[in-house]
């Protein structure tokens, strides 16, 4: 019989606030919430986006399901006729960057079959009759985490995970800086890639229950916006925000971006690609193909204010 512990040395004092996802089934990745929805359900085919990331294809693999890529275009919308999706057949739609709701909003509510990886838009809320998952580690300083939201539940058993191990990038860059720990932060990615299904830590509950996402969310959005004035002229990308949308990055899509982004990271402002694995799918010819090399993500996260988007605009200007 387990015992609480009294006494001993004092513990982090973390869940000063709610998390964001209260009604979500707790998992340890974001991979594993897709493989959480996938678990009982008989698939035929899984449609995904050619632009995604190839750790969507672990819980595909695992479970023998078959898949097929479609394409998107120049809103990041699909190019997918939602009418040949058979009864077991799964439409993966990604909202991009966490700025494609008001294209999600038009998908008709009778599609059973979709399931959304807002691993890019945490903030996103749920579709009602959509299998619905999240990457908590892009948006906040935690190990690991995924949310999941979907009506057939697993029965499936599930240990707890333990995340302790797997904070050194994030205590480091308090102590030290990112750049640093970088390549922990590798380490950790590929740890994490391949951890199995489990519940969510103790460890990373608790960091989520500890975050002011009031804050957060401003913050994003006003740098979003800030960026958007300065640089929407230019952008071959058509960004719109619904009411309700944070924005992961803002996405800067210009015929020159390979040659910004190593402007960028040489000024220590350091920039994503997603998703090299895309160059290994496609053709030079194919849309896809142009985003992965010119897409800029520029920060617009919470460490940043308006003087870092103006320190960030003056050297895009230059």
């Excluded at 309700?244 to 210009?254: E, H, K």
Aim: aromatic residues 14%; contains cysteine; hydrophobic residues 35%.
């Amino acid at each position: 019989m387990n015992k609480k512990e009294i006494g001993g040395y004092l513990p982090l004092e973390l869940n000063k606030f709610h998390p964001y996802h209260v009604n979500a089934t707790e998992l340890n990745s974001g991979r594993n919430a897709l493989e959480y929805i996938l678990l009982n359900r008989v698939v035929d085919i899984v449609y995904l986006p050619l632009y995604t990331c190839d750790a969507v294809l672990a819980p595909l693999q695992n479970l023998n399901i078959n898949y097929r890529f479609y394409h998107i275009d120049k809103s990041l919308e699909p190019i997918f006729d939602f009418n040949k999706l058979t009864i077991n057949d799964l439409f993966l739609f990604n909202n991009y960057f966490g700025l494609k709701d008001d294209y999600l909003a038009t998908i008709p509510k009778d599609q059973k079959g979709i399931i959304v990886d807002n691993s890019q838009a945490f903030f996103s809320l749920p579709v009602s009759d959509f299998s619905t998952f999240y990457s908590p580690r892009k948006f906040f300083g935690v190990p690991d985490g995924g949310y999941v939201y979907c009506k057939d539940k697993s029965n499936v058993s599930l240990e707890r995970d333990e995340s302790f191990s797997r904070m050194s990038h994030l205590n480091g860059s308090i102590d030290i800086d990112t750049a640093s720990f970088y390549n922990n932060y590798l380490r950790n990615e590929e740890v994490v890639g391949g951890i199995p299904l489990k519940k969510m830590s103790f460890l990373t509950k608790s960091l989520l229950g500890n975050i002011d996402y009031h804050q957060i969310k401003n913050r994003r959005i006003s740098n979003f916006r800030y960026l958007d004035n300065e640089l929407r002229f230019r952008n071959e990308l058509e960004l719109k925000m619904t009411e309700n949308s944070v924005p992961l990055c803002y996405p800067y899509l210009v015929e020159d971006g390979s040659y910004l982004k190593d402007k960028l990271i040489n000024n220590k402002i350091y920039i994503p690609t997603y998703w090299p694995n895309v160059l290994q799918w496609t053709r030079d010819e194919i849309f896809e193909t142009y985003l992965t090399n010119n897409l800029v993500c520029l920060p617009v996260d919470q460490r940043y204010n308006e003087d870092d988007m103006k320190r960030l605009l003056k050297i895009l200007h230059e």
